[in-house]
Every structure is written in C-alpha cells, then in structure tokens.
C-alpha cells in the first residue's frame, strides 16, 4: 500500500483535498475491479489532531502528524486556501505564524522519508517554504504565480501549466487542477488504462488541455452579460469553413465593425478574432479525439485553410501538435 498523507490547516481550500483524495479512493475501485489489490491508504492530517475547518465551514477530521515518521510516507500533498494566500494580503504573514508555517517545518524535516511532494493551488507557497522547491519549477493558482514567483526567487513559477512534475516534487494550478495531478500521479504509479478508468468515473479530462489560463467559447459566454455572445458562438460554430471576418461578424449581430469589436471585447475580455480561433480550435480537438478523419481533413473542416496552420494553432495555444494531442489526450 502507499500511503497518501493530506496536511490540512485552518481555512483549507476543501476542494484542494477532497479533488484528490477521490481521485486515489476511486483508482483503488477500479484496481478492486480489475481483480488487483487496492494501491492507496489515504489519510488527512494536521499539526494537532482534531476537526479542521475549511474555507467553505465544511469540517475534516483529521490525525495529529507524527513529530517523527516512523515509516516512509510515499506523498504528501498540501492544499491551498486562504489559510496561506489571499489577495492583497503578504503571504508570509499569512505562514510565518499558526499551522501552515508548522506544517511547512515538519515537510522540511520529513521530506527525507517522503517519496513524492506535491501542493495544489496555493499550497505551493508552503512547500516552496520549505526549500524544496529552490532551483525547480512550480506553478500555482494564476492570481498568485507573480507572488510566488516575487517571494521565491530561486522557484522558477510557469504561470499557464495544469501541473508540473520536477523529479518527486509535483505542483498544481488552481484548485481543480489537484484532480489533474492525482490522476497524472494515478497513470505514474499503475499505468494509463487505471487513470483513464477513474477519469470516465469521476467524468474529468483524462488530460485536460490547455493551461490554466485555456479559453474555451463556454467560458467566454458565462463571463459575458449578454445572449447574444452565446448566440454568436453558437453561430459562428456552424461556418467554421467559411471566412469570419469581423464585418462578418458585426453585420449578424446588427452592428458596425468597430461597434462589434468594442463591444465583443467588453463582454468577454477576448478579440473577435481571437475567438473565432479558439472555437475552431476547440472543434478540432473533438475531431482529432475521434480518430475519424486525417488531420488534412480537420483543417479544413474547421476552417483553417491548411494542416500546417492549423499545426501552429495548436502548438500556440495547446503547445502540442495536433498528433501530439491525439496521441496524449484521446482514449483510443
């Protein structure tokens, strides 16, 4: 069994924890299913036994840390939340006293039996506390990888990865992000079949792609505050083989040019053009996930003129190529 250690702190982000731990719990059923033995022995801790209350009010019971291991622990993983980070708030006041600046003491003094490190979201200001990080690469929430980054000089931050993994210490992004790396953690420890299995379970990405800063034309519409940007999508969706000039554009929405385009950016902080690339993009992902049709054939079903321009589509927003993406995050 490898046990998977959780360190939670008052004011916990509870989706930091849960995210995760369900990824592991859900791996060991589908291990039990496939007539293999459970891997995971999972556990949520704190510096002193008890309930610790999350950011949310929700409560997790929690085991007291051992002020020394007795046996090697085979990863720890640190949540975030505003126990450690808030905006407009130091972060090293926030982990200078309490809970978190002691669980970052007991990683630096535990790591030597720990076989894997990770944080998600803010919880990468604590473990970056602890030295671990020094001379690696780490990513964190976006709204803190500049923090991060100013607090922490010799931690290279990348501020658009879901996770990253340097040597046994892995770092997410933004929350959700933690489900990502549990499952990259998951296809690490007992192959893909497994991580693909929980993902189709729990109804995620296997691979989500993109970065954390990923558009998608559904984000867009949430963010903006009129209908007719989803109307427009929606619209745009159906003529990704002809040309989507802003004229175009304007002219189905009853509007002059820059009129559109003043207004396009207002609602949803992204150009027309912009937009119309990323819609194309992320209808050429479905297809390429099919595995029904060549990538000549994408292209110029989604409108990009060519496979080579639609190749450094890819590479610029995804930073893989359309056979890289096939071959990472499709399930066939």
Same mark, same amino acid.
């Given at each position: 069994?490898?046990?998977?250690?959780?360190?939670?702190? *008052?004011?916990? @982000?509870?989706?930091?924890?849960?995210?995760?731990?369900?990824?592991?719990?859900?791996?060991?059923?589908?291990?039990?299913?496939?007539?293999?033995?459970?891997?995971?022995?999972?556990?949520?801790?704190? /510096?002193?036994?008890?309930?610790?209350?999350?950011?949310?009010?929700?409560?997790?019971?929690?085991?007291?840390?051992?002020?020394?291991?007795?046996?090697?622990?085979?990863?720890?993983?640190?949540?975030?939340?505003?126990?450690?980070?808030?905006?407009?708030?130091p972060t090293g006041?926030?982990?200078?006293?309490?809970?978190?600046?002691?669980?970052?003491?007991?990683?630096?003094?535990?790591?030597?039996?720990?076989?894997?490190?990770?944080?998600?979201?803010?919880?990468?200001?604590?473990?970056?506390?602890?030295?671990?990080?020094?001379?690696?690469?780490?990513?964190?929430?976006?709204?803190?990888?500049?923090?991060?980054?100013?607090?922490?000089?010799?931690?290279?931050?990348?501020?658009?990865?879901?996770?990253?993994? !340097?040597?046994?210490?892995?770092?997410?992004?933004?929350?959700?992000?933690?489900?990502?790396?549990?499952?990259?953690?998951? *296809?690490?420890?007992?192959?893909?079949?497994?991580?693909?299995?929980?993902?189709?379970?729990?109804?995620?990405?296997?691979?989500?792609?993109?970065?954390?800063?990923?558009?998608?034309?559904?984000?867009?519409?949430?963010?903006?505050?009129?209908?007719?940007?989803? @109307?427009?999508?929606?619209?745009?969706?159906?003529?990704?083989? =002809?040309?989507?000039?802003?004229?175009?554009?304007?002219?189905?929405?009853? /509007?002059?040019?820059?009129?559109?385009?003043?207004?396009?950016?207002?609602? =949803?902080?992204?150009?027309?053009? !912009?937009?119309?690339?990323?819609?194309?993009?992320?209808?050429?992902?479905?297809?390429?996930?099919?595995?029904?049709?060549?990538?000549?054939?994408?292209? @110029?079903?989604?409108?990009?003129?060519? *496979? *080579?321009?639609?190749?450094?589509?890819?590479?610029?927003?995804? !930073?893989?190529?359309?056979?890289?993406y096939r071959e990472?995050?499709?399930?066939?």
């Amino acid at each position: 069994m490898r046990a998977i250690w959780f360190l939670v702190f *008052e004011d916990f @982000q509870l989706l930091d924890v849960s995210g995760p731990l369900q990824v592991f719990a859900t791996a060991n059923d589908e291990l039990r299913l496939a007539g293999r033995e459970p891997l995971y022995e999972t556990r949520v801790c704190a /510096m002193e036994g008890g309930a610790v209350r999350s950011s949310s009010g929700v409560e997790l019971l929690a085991r007291a840390l051992p002020k020394r291991l007795a046996r090697a622990v085979h990863t720890v993983v640190l949540p975030g939340g505003p126990g450690v980070w808030q905006p407009g708030r130091p972060t090293g006041a926030a982990i200078e006293a309490g809970a978190a600046a002691a669980l970052a003491g007991w990683t630096r003094r535990a790591a030597p039996r720990i076989d894997r490190l990770a944080s998600v979201c803010t919880g990468a200001f604590v473990l970056a506390r602890t030295g671990l990080l020094d001379g690696g690469t780490a990513v964190t929430h976006w709204a803190a990888c500049d923090q991060l980054a100013a607090q922490f000089p010799a931690v290279a931050v990348q501020d658009d990865a879901i996770y990253l993994r !340097h040597g046994r210490v892995w770092t997410s992004a933004g929350v959700t992000a933690g489900i990502d790396m549990a499952l990259g953690m998951v *296809e690490a420890d007992v192959g893909r079949d497994v991580a693909m299995a929980v993902a189709k379970k729990l109804v995620v990405f296997y691979k989500r792609p993109g970065g954390q800063s990923q558009f998608s034309s559904a984000l867009l519409e949430q963010s903006a505050g009129d209908a007719r940007v989803a @109307q427009l999508h929606q619209w745009i969706a159906t003529q990704l083989r =002809t040309p989507l000039s802003v004229a175009r554009m304007a002219e189905r929405l009853a /509007m002059t040019p820059r009129t559109f385009a003043r207004f396009y950016v207002a609602q =949803t902080g992204s150009t027309p053009a !912009h937009a119309v690339e990323r819609i194309r993009l992320e209808q050429a992902c479905r297809l390429v996930e099919a595995h029904q049709l060549s990538n000549k054939a994408i292209a @110029q079903r989604c409108g990009f003129g060519s *496979e *080579e321009v639609m190749r450094r589509v890819f590479l610029r927003n995804l !930073h893989v190529s359309p056979t890289g993406y096939r071959e990472r995050f499709s399930a066939a």
